[in-house]
Nanobody, 127 residues
């Protein structure tokens, strides 16, 4: 069982940046894919970015491409999501997620494919 704890959320103005962190503990070996999923009020969960631990391959949802970077510190079992040029549309609860669904060299951002979740960290972007 893997445990995921997020941090780094907060309130920023449009155009600002945030760096979200996710500390993973427990049995992490079975989780080849790490990702970030967000959910805005009244909306479905949306996969934001994924990181395939074996190769470092990343995938992003179109709305954050060029503004987000997902990375991992292997030694610390920590996954990061750097978000720049934030927009009000980025306002959501951001969840760290772990799964084992690599395919064709990377990991899908589909939230349904993740099996473990953190408690979430709120990101609020004001205009």
């Amino acid at each position: 069982q893997v445990q995921l704890v997020e941090s780094g959320g907060g309130s920023v103005q449009a155009g600002g940046s945030l760096r979200l962190s996710c500390a993973a503990s427990g049995y992490t070996a079975n989780n080849a894919c790490m990702g970030w999923v967000r959910q805005a009020p009244g909306k479905e969960r949306e996969g934001v970015a994924t990181f395939y631990k074996s190769t470092g391959a990343t995938r992003y949802t179109d709305s954050v491409k060029g503004r987000a970077t997902i990375s991992q510190d292997n030694a610390k079992n920590t996954v990061f999501l750097q978000m720049n040029s934030l927009k009000p549309a980025d306002t959501a609860m951001y969840y760290c997620a772990a799964g084992n669904h690599p395919r064709f060299g990377d990991c899908s951002t589909n939230p349904a494919l993740f099996g473990a979740w953190g408690q979430g960290t709120q990101v609020t972007v004001s205009s």
